[in-house]
């Protein structure tokens, strides 16, 4: 079995509200010094019966097809 860690972030230039609200929200709690925060998500995927490059190519078709919108986010894909 291959585990893997899928990372999907805003690209830069790409307006991220959500995160603009977790920096205010960690200011109004009194977390100072807190520069620019952007948001993100990951993904802890399961892959049987398939050999490290093709986990590789097939989790990077799911971003592709799923669960990166690449118009606005990119993707990282570590394998363990």
């Known amino acids: 079995m291959i585990k893997a860690r899928v990372t999907v ?5 790409v307006l991220d509200p ?6 205010h929200a960690l200011d109004g709690l009194g977390f100072e ?4 925060v952007r948001q993100g998500k990951v993904f802890d ?9 093709k ?8 971003c592709d097809k799923l669960l990166a919108n ?5 993707y990282s894909v570590s394998i363990t």
Do not use: P, R, S, Y
């Open 9 to 13: 972030t805003l690209k830069n230039g």
């Open 33 to 36: 010094g807190v520069g620019q």
């Open 18 to 23: 959500q995160g603009k609200a977790i920096e």
């Open 45 to 53: 995927i399961e892959i049987e019966g398939a050999d490290k490059a």
């Open 70 to 74: 690449t118009v606005i986010e990119n």
């Open 55 to 62: 986990a590789e190519a097939d989790l990077k078709a799911m």
